[in-house]
């Protein structure tokens, strides 16, 4: 790296005899700027420039000892012609005249002279170097050094071109050390910072990263000029990226503010920076990525940047600065950028990758829908931008707006790569949207358009999948077979062959679907499906009710696949086995084998410790077992931890301590009466209602012990009256969930002492009046199904909240069996049938699970389905839960079944249970009659048939059924058919006679 001198006026040279003359020119040193790790081996003479050292040493030869030998013309002649090359950058030439001057006039004295070699080894060093010939560069600067300094210092000009002659020579570590001696003795020289970012463009050469990094921190931390501080970064960011080292380039580019003005290799950085991001993005680093894109600046503005400083610089004069190059630098720099491809559509849409993944969608949708807009950009870039809007629109759930962008994408980009992609993209949006029959559709065109596409598999295998949610199980299962069948065997084959399986078993049909998973586990028996395979077997001998078989089989899988992913799951399945085999020791001791780290797991495992704690009798190791819960983890921040200081309660009733259960129930509702997602507040409320009147009866023998807030309620005469408190204690407290916590359990009690009018203005002014966003699961359930029941339509958009909320919530039954009814008095049959099934699979225990089953058996026998349907009758036939109406309403469809299905036989033997067991129920007793009647009639038994219509007649309530006076005269009718003896008989003794 050298220097080039610039004089102000032309060099004026004259000849008398031998004395030479510099006129007035002056030299002026200006700093060179060198594009990082980029350092030019042959200099141009308007990129370099003499440092005021070397200009002296030009001057001082010029006017030295041989302007007074005016008889040694050759050698002046050489000299002269030396220095004039000199002063005119024609290095070259000038190293050559040297060269000429101690070939032939080597044994000359005058040449051995200490001064003359002071003034003229120098500038033969320079010339030598700047004509490309270090390693002579370095033989006549170093021999200087060994005979002349300054004030005991090497000479600065010197000092500093021998370390630039060596590094070009190969010599680096000497020349490290000649860069190091040089920030030794001259620190605040201007060529101080050149030399520091030698220094590290060597140490990094040498593989000596670390010194190379400590260097650069160093001197980016220090007060040098800020421009050179930048610059120094600049360097090393660029160094460490193309060593790979991106966390070193992230310190330098991100860690460090940066002044554009001051900064004057704007395009490098922008470079720099870019590359960076690229770095960090591969690496998942997004955030930190979208930093270093935004040190990027777009062409047009680093263009601009650059003509707004060579103007800068002309309306000041060509002087009035140093460096008098830096415009055709920048000239230069505008003409690279003109002539390169533009980065700015590339860096746009990178930024906006860096948006989205970064979690910032919103900002992502605005830069990637101006890219899918903008004409200006290239075509290819358009379209990147357009398919990842797409995705922007994903990620901020804007699914109609997903569905639009991604339209419009295909119709605008039909033939492109990515619309295969945009497409599927559709369907995840529909998806998304629990839209299952739209995604079918979407995936079929898919499967149609591009049969051959790599992802075909993969979509057809999710049209499986939305079938099978869909409920279409045989439609599922032809899905999954071509996914199996019609593609090259892959990770999906297996899958495709499993959720077949599966289909089966979602319908209810367990043996067919243990058949096929046995066939699949002989199949694939070393395949890395083989533990799933195993698991789900399990779990369908489990439904099927075989829990000898379904506990062996879960054993085999946790013992033979230990480290698979469903092991914690297979744990759980193991302990609701024994569970509900009694077996409960056992249960509890798997069920402690979970794992914390699967956190949903083990807290289900949790509680299910605790029922069977409860099932054991054992209260006072129920609690300890879930103060244990509660001191396990963040404390009120645990996941259903209300529900597990109400078990604590409740075993402290059944210690004999109700107090400390008072206490803690009020403490819990305090704590957690208004946090949404908190649960078992109907219980605890239903737990203050027992507690109120029990301590009340029992007249607490030291109530003054008791908080505040346990005497109000004690001392309260009514419970109702204590709801009606605390209702307006939480409006006062704007609590609105905990108020309509209050409000639910207040309409509660109101229908069970059957003030229903009440009760269902509670329930309107709890849907009316607190924001949906506001209601916890019950909530939404009890006021979504009353409403959805009484036909009222914001009923069903509650429901719909509450699937969306509380997608795990047990309440969600209440929105399965709603929409269901919705479903049904609309006509969509099916719809119905697919969430009342969702209503067995998800919610089989729940109180309304006999009503869905009813309507459910209704349903199917509508559609055809009567086989479907005689298996819920039998099945509600079974339940002890359903007995009363509910089974004599089964045992009717059953009975109609047959009768419909011309089985007159099997419909009276249900006909005649239901009237002979459920005579509490005139509206089905009297149809049972009624339809017998008519069986036997058919039959031609019309003594039965005239039988079982006077046996009718019998009943108190009969005059109201809707059929009476068509019984009475069919009975009469049938009269008139009997013999003789019987008829007179029966004409005078039917209405006595009793069944």
Known sequence: MGGEFVAANTFFFSEKGSLFKLGSGFFRFQPWIPMPFCFPTTPSPRSWRLPVGGAALVCALAAGPLAAQPDTESLDVLLHEAVEAFSASRYARAADRFAAIKERHGDDPRLRERGFLRRILPLRGYAQLQSGAPAAAVETLEGYLEHFSEDGRPNAFVLYHTALANRRAGRVEEALGYFETYNTHYPDRPEATLSILQRVEILFELSRREEAEALLRTFAESDAPEEARQRARLTGARRALDAGGTEFARLL??????????????????????????????????????????????????????????????????????????????????????????????????????????????????????????????????????????????????????????????????????????????????????????AVDVLTDLIDGFPDHPLAQRWTFTRGFCLALLDKYSEARGSFEQARDTFAESGLTTRADLWHALTYFFEADYETALNRIDELADAYADHPMAGEILYRRAVILYAKGDGVAALESARTFTQDHPLHERHA?????????????????????????????????????????????????????????????????PGYALPRV??????????????????????????????????????????????????????????????????????????????????????????????????????????????????????????????????????????????????ANNRLGAGESLLRRLLEDFPESPERAYAYYGLARIAEREGDHEEALRLLRRFQTNTPGHALAIDAG??????????????????????????????????????????????????????????????????????????????????????????????????????????????????????????????????????????????
């Open 253 to 438: 580019l991100l860690d460090f503010p940066w002044n554009l003005e001051a900064t004057r290799n704007l395009s490098a950085l922008s470079a720099a920076a870019l590359q960076l991001g690229d770095r960090l993005m591969k690496e998942d680093r997004h955030r930190e990525a979208l930093r270093a894109y935004r040190l990027v600046l777009p062409r047009r503005q680093l263009i601009a940047a650059y003509e707004e400083r060579m103007r800068d610089r002309r309306n000041r004069g060509p002087l009035s600065t140093p460096g008098s190059a830096q415009p055709e630098r920048e000239s230069e720099r505008i003409r690279t950028l003109r002539e390169t491809p533009d980065h700015t559509p590339a860096w746009k849409l990178r930024k906006g990758r860096a948006f989205l993944f970064g979690g910032r969608p919103r900002e992502a949708w605005l830069v990637f829908e101006a890219i899918a807009l903008d004409d200006s950009m290239p075509a290819d870039v358009r379209e990147q931008g357009h398919y990842h809007w797409i995705l922007a629109a994903q990620d901020l759930e804007e699914w109609e707006e997903a569905l639009t962008i991604a339209r419009n994408h295909t119709a605008r980009y039909a033939d492109s790569e990515l619309a295969p992609r945009a497409f599927y993209l559709i369907a995840q949006a529909h998806r998304e949207q629990r839209r299952h029959a739209e």
């Open 569 to 633: 799951e297979a744990l759980v399945l193991k302990g609701d086995i024994l569970l509900a085999a009694g077996d409960l020791e056992e249960a509890i001791a798997i069920y402690s084998t979970v794992p914390a780290e699967r956190e949903s797991l083990h807290l289900y495992a949790t509680f299910q410790i605790g029922k069977a704690l409860r099932a054991q009798g054992e209260y006072a190791t129920l609690a300890r077992h879930f103060r244990n819960h509660l001191e396990s983890g």
């Open 642 to 787: 209300s529900e597990a200081l109400y078990w604590i309660g409740w075993a402290q009733v059944r210690l004999g301590r109700p107090e400390s259960a008072l206490n803690l129930y009020l403490d819990t509702l305090d704590h957690f009466g208004d946090d949404r997602d908190a649960g078992e507040f109907g219980t605890i409320l239903s737990a203050l209602a027992d507690l109120h009147d029990q301590l009340s009866e029992n007249h607490i023998r030291d109530a003054a012990t008791l908080p505040a807030r346990a005497r109000i309620l004690v001392a309260t005469s009514d419970f109702e009256k204590w709801l009606e408190s605390e209702r307006e204690r939480a409006e006062r407290k704007e609590q609105p969930t905990r108020y309509a916590r209050l409000t639910l359990a207040l309409s509660q009690r109101r229908r069970s002492a059957g003030r229903t009018g009440t009760a269902d203005t509670l329930l309107l002014e709890l849907a009316n009046t607190i924001p949906a966003n506001r209601l916890d699961a019950r909530c939404l359930g009890h006021a979504g199904y009353h409403l």
């Open 854 to 995: 009813l309507l459910q058996a209704g349903l199917l026998r509508q559609s055809g389905s009567t086989g479907a349907a005689r298996r819920v009758y039998e099945d509600l036939l079974a339940n002890r839960a359903a007995r009363g109406r509910p089974q004599a309403r089964a045992l009717l469809g059953l009975a109609e079944i047959h009768q419909n299905e011309g089985q007159p036989e099997q419909a009276i033997a249900y006909y005649q249970r239901i009237y002979t067991v459920f005579r509490a129920y005139p509206e089905f007793t009297g149809q049972a009659y009624y339809q017998s009647a008519l069986l036997f009639e058919e039959l031609g038994d019309v003594e039965s048939a005239h039988a079982t219509l006077a046996e009718l007649e019998t009943m108190e309530r009969f005059d109201a059924l809707p059929f009476s006076d068509e019984s009475r005269r069919h009975r009469e009718r049938l009269a008139n058919a009997l013999p003789g003896d019987d008829a007179a008989q029966t004409s005078t003794s039917a209405p006595e006679s009793s069944p």
